[in-house]
């Protein structure tokens, strides 16, 4: 007997009776804190609004709020809908995540994420509307102007809801064009604007300068612009500003100047390093 007594892993027996009490303690404490946040009334509500633009702020939030679930504090966490506010706050179409949740001070936190927008698309009918980072359609508003590239002319696409993703070629090659050139330190300070002709080729409205400026589409941006750069570094001083209306860089190895008043045509093959 004692003999089997001294066999029992003694060590291995007080680590799992340990255990079982740290897990039995646990348990008791989420217990207790459950039936606290349970219990706990809402002394408060702190609304932040994250993200570079401001389609919307701290009080549009506490608004929907108040107006869809009605006055929050003073009741208890259990009795605010903090899921369906989170799901309601997600829909809106300038919010890209939401959360909330009640501090131990009773104070309840909505976080907000807005959406963040890098094109504003005018289309040939004169409908507008942006486009985000993930390629979904945002609309437009008075209350807020955000400083992006415009581009209108030929296009097609519409705006029927908020949050549709782009259909057609044409706005998916615009976009393309804008995650390109926006940290680039020469092209996202010379592009002001884009432009889609009758041809539905992409032109670029240069900030200095007077001529067209033809990509075509979003393929080999690189060498289209590098091209665009021989233009204005090697050709331009040489023929003068007044020279050539109409740059066309759209096809490989080429740039193709048209000269003003006149239907000639230069066309300059050119091997890119």
């Not at 409908?127 to 508003?141: H, L, R, S």
């Not at 020469?186 to 409205?205: A, C, K, P």
């Not at 200095?208 to 589409?217: E, I, P, S």
Request: with cysteine; glycine share 6%.
């Amino acid at each position: 007997m004692l003999k089997t007594i001294r066999n029992i892993p003694w060590k291995i027996v007080g680590y799992a009776c340990l255990g079982l009490v740290a897990v039995v303690g646990v348990g008791m404490l989420m217990g207790l804190v459950n039936k606290k946040d349970a219990t706990q009334v809402c002394s408060s509500m702190k609304v932040m609004v994250e993200g570079k633009e401001t389609f919307i702020d701290q009080h549009d939030i506490s608004t929907l709020i108040k107006s869809q679930f009605g006055r929050v504090v003073g009741r208890p966490l259990k009795d605010i809908p903090v899921e369906r506010i989170e799901k309601a706050l997600s829909q809106l179409p300038y919010v890209a995540s939401a959360e909330i949740f009640m501090d131990m001070d009773g104070v309840l936190q909505v976080a907000v994420e807005q959406r963040e927008v890098v094109l504003r698309v005018i289309n040939r009918h004169g409908q507008e509307y942006y486009i985000d980072t993930k390629g979904a359609k945002i609309p437009v508003t008075l209350k807020y102007v955000p400083h992006v590239l415009v581009a209108n002319g030929n296009i097609a696409e519409g705006y029927k809801k908020a949050l549709d993703t782009i259909q057609t070629q044409v706005v998916k090659d615009l976009v393309s064009i804008v995650d390109y050139v926006k940290n680039d330190e020469l092209w996202g300070n010379q592009i002001v604007q884009l432009y889609v002709n009758e041809q539905r080729d992409i032109e670029i409205v240069p900030r200095v300068g007077t001529q067209q400026l033809v990509l075509g589409n979003a393929e080999n941006l690189e060498g289209k612009l590098s091209r665009i750069e021989v233009f204005y570094k090697n050709i331009l001083p040489r023929v003068g500003t007044d020279a050539y209306e109409r740059i066309n860089v759209k096809y490989a190895d080429q740039i193709i100047c048209e000269r003003k008043g006149t239907w000639r045509l230069d066309s300059l093959q050119t091997k890119m390093n």
